[in-house]
């Protein structure tokens, strides 16, 4: 009887030594992978980078670029990182750049980004662009006034179009909003914007906010205070811009905003 008991207890008892077999073959593999013979990668896509890596990726390409001016290679290279928009990924990491003083690297992005979004305008048909891992050549010959037509110089530097006062009370005050475009009214993305004022300076880029626009930027101003703003290296200079004074319903006077559009 008490035999009967005594084996009905080691029944009961959970069977310890698979447990411990399972915890150390675990920490045996843990040890063999991460340390003995950790995994290394080798020839990996650069859509598979981490973003850290993308962002080295793409700087080393606005570099290059800087160097030997050939848009359609570093949009080949580019298109490798399979980014969504990669005008407006170059765009940010321009105002990343920016942010922590790298102004070398701002402007090289920026370049980039607007040297692709001047290309995918340029000849959609038999240009590669950002965005596809293939370049596409067209086999039809070109038409006789196309060839004729030269296209716009995509160096032309920028100037303002268009100037309005904003007074709506649901805005935030002073705001300055900016609209880029190019020759053909569409919006580019990645043109650097700087602004000055007495004792100040900032920089920044079209295309950080899509949802609005690719050509879009904005800057908070300071009601009372006067500023300057250039669009673009070797844009024309706007000087004088600062909040108007608007009226609500109620007659109170409150800070509106400027809209300004730039085109070539």
Not at 38 to 65: F, G, H, M, Q
Not at 111 to 133: I, K, N
Not at 184 to 190: A, S
Request: some cysteine; charged content about 20%; aromatic content about 6%.
């Amino acid at each position: 009887m008490e035999d009967d008991y005594l084996e009905r207890e080691e029944r009961r008892q959970p069977p310890w030594y698979l447990l411990t077999g399972l915890l150390l073959g675990l920490g045996l593999g843990l040890l063999i992978s991460l340390v003995i013979s950790p995994v290394t990668y080798k020839d990996t896509a650069p859509a598979a980078l981490a973003e850290e890596y993308k962002a080295d990726y793409r700087l080393s390409i606005a570099r290059a670029y800087r160097t030997n001016l050939d848009v359609v290679r570093a949009s080949q290279r580019i298109a490798l990182l399979h980014d969504f928009s990669p005008v407006e990924s170059l765009a940010a990491q321009a105002q990343q750049a920016l942010s922590v003083g790298d102004e070398q690297a701002a402007r090289d992005l920026a370049s980039l980004a607007s040297a692709l979004s001047d290309l995918s305008m340029e000849s959609p048909a038999s240009t590669p662009v950002a965005g596809s891992t293939q370049g596409v050549t067209s086999t039809a010959p070109a038409a006789p006034e196309a060839a004729a037509s030269p296209g716009p110089a995509m160096d032309e530097p920028f100037v303002i179009v268009d100037r309005q006062p904003v007074c709506d009370v649901a805005q935030t005050p002073g705001l300055l909003q900016i609209e880029v475009r190019d020759s053909n009214g569409t919006p580019v993305p990645g043109i650097q914007i700087n602004v000055a004022w007495d004792g100040g300076l900032d920089t920044f880029f079209t295309g950080l906010k899509p949802a609005v626009s690719a050509g879009y930027a904005d800057f908070q101003m300071t009601p009372g205070v006067s500023y300057s703003l250039r669009v673009g290296d070797g844009g024309e200079t706007v000087n004088g811009l600062s909040a108007p004074d608007c009226v609500d319903g109620g007659g109170a006077i409150f800070a509106g905003g400027l809209y300004l559009v730039f085109g070539r």
